[in-house]
């Protein structure tokens, strides 16, 4: 094996951060594009909610897709390729003089091209680390907390400043420059000449005869339980963050100061990634994903009980904290319990709880909002959601292979 001064593997960090940050872009932006969609095609909160859920739909096809193309061919130009798919589909939504065409262009081709970000980039990143994974897969994905950070303010000050055709070209271009961190992404440290971070290890080696196939895996009752608490975060997750910018607009704070609501839990997200994926090497996962789903509802409370902007800020502080904290524990569990050999079909299967969520989450919020005037029955749903999530916690076990 090559030694080098400088591991090649956070090099494939970058690539990964990159891809998870377009990833990032087309999840927040589109809380901050909902009101001016509304308002171009005089459409109610329940059917713009539906174009984010179509979106997420073809995204649960979309990573099983990516998943297996990343378990058998070379990652870079199957991802290149994939995003240029949702990079043409926000170009092509600028364009669109119908519902249809808007449901499509935004619903269709950009929840097509997004299964080419996550889930190859966070089996890839996992395929070059054995110590510090957690950590490693933690600063990945914080580009999805910093494209909300960054994008959020940039799409509302475009906004503002001019249409939201301008908007989303200029999102368009964004996706597409980043896009070329794919080719930083090679599919395992052995064809470099390398290992990976921490050495191989003995059942690494095994790996092939140990793993799981991805049927034999997702009829396990481990893979249920993590598949269920995915579903029940991310419930509560895309909930809040496709009605948060909407809700501070209701509060009566500005487009420019509302953009500060979502910005917040990017923030917040930011740090609950880096802090859990560093204490994963010392305190048990399951312990971690029960602390974090509890605080996840509990926070939800600050939003119930608030009208400042300050507590705008509190809440997605401290929810997307907690919503992050759980966020690199799950590639890891699934590895651990099912091996790496399947990981990319495996993880683009429970990836697919994300949509589950996201087709049902955002038009029942549309909903109980458009028919009850309030967004408080939609946060008690999220309060829900967490407490069954932090109570699965304390039951999930590695399941035990037949021989």
Request: proline share 3%.
């Amino acid at each position: 094996m090559k030694k080098s001064s400088f591991f090649y593997g956070w090099f494939i960090i970058l690539g990964a951060f990159l891809l998870i940050y377009l990833d990032g872009l087309l999840l927040y932006s589109f809380g901050v594009l909902l009101p001016s969609i509304e308002i171009k095609y005089g459409l109610s909160n329940t059917i713009v909610a539906s174009i984010f859920s179509l979106r997420c739909l073809v995204f649960a096809f979309s990573m099983i897709i990516f998943g297996k193309l990343t378990d058998k061919y070379k990652p870079e130009k199957v991802i290149f390729f994939g995003g240029l798919i949702s990079a043409l589909g926000m170009f092509l939504t600028a364009y669109s003089d119908s519902v249809f065409a808007l449901f499509f262009n935004y619903g269709v081709l950009t929840g097509l091209g997004d299964g080419a970000f996550y889930v190859p980039a966070i089996v890839i990143a996992q395929r070059w680390f054995n110590k510090k994974r957690d950590f490693a897969v933690g600063l990945a994905t914080t580009g999805v907390p910093i494209s909300g950070l960054t994008v959020n303010p940039l799409a509302a000050y475009i906004l503002e400043s001019s249409n939201l055709e301008t908007t989303l070209i200029i999102l368009s271009f964004i996706t597409f420059i980043l896009l070329f961190g794919a080719f930083l992404m090679k599919e395992s440290p052995e064809i470099m000449g390398l290992e990976p971070y921490g050495g191989s290890f003995p059942e690494e080696e095994n790996d092939i005869r140990n793993s799981w196939s991805s049927s034999a895996a997702v009829r396990t009752l481990s893979f249920s339980l993590l598949y269920i608490q995915l579903v029940m975060g991310m419930l509560a997750f895309v909930i809040v963050v496709t009605f948060q910018y909407d809700l501070a607009l209701d509060r009566g704070f500005n487009i420019l100061t509302s953009s500060l609501a979502p910005a917040s839990i990017a923030a917040g997200s930011f740090f609950g990634r880096i802090v859990t994926g560093y204490l994963s090497d010392y305190v048990d996962r399951n312990k971690i994903l029960f602390s974090v789903f509890l605080g996840q509802a509990l926070s939800i409370f600050i939003i119930l009980n608030t009208n400042s902007i300050i507590g705008f800020i509190l809440f997605g502080i401290s929810f997307g904290f907690c919503y992050a904290g759980w966020i690199p524990i799950f590639p890891s569990k699934l590895k651990d319990f099912f091996g790496k050999a399947n990981s990319g079909v495996i993880y683009g299967i429970f990836g697919t709880g994300f949509s589950i969520s996201a087709i049902f989450g955002p038009p029942l919020g549309g909903y109980l909002i458009d028919n009850f005037k309030t967004y408080d029955y939609g946060l008690y749903i999220c309060i829900v959601a967490c407490l069954i999530a932090a109570c699965i916690s304390l039951i999930i076990k590695k399941p035990i292979k037949d021989s």
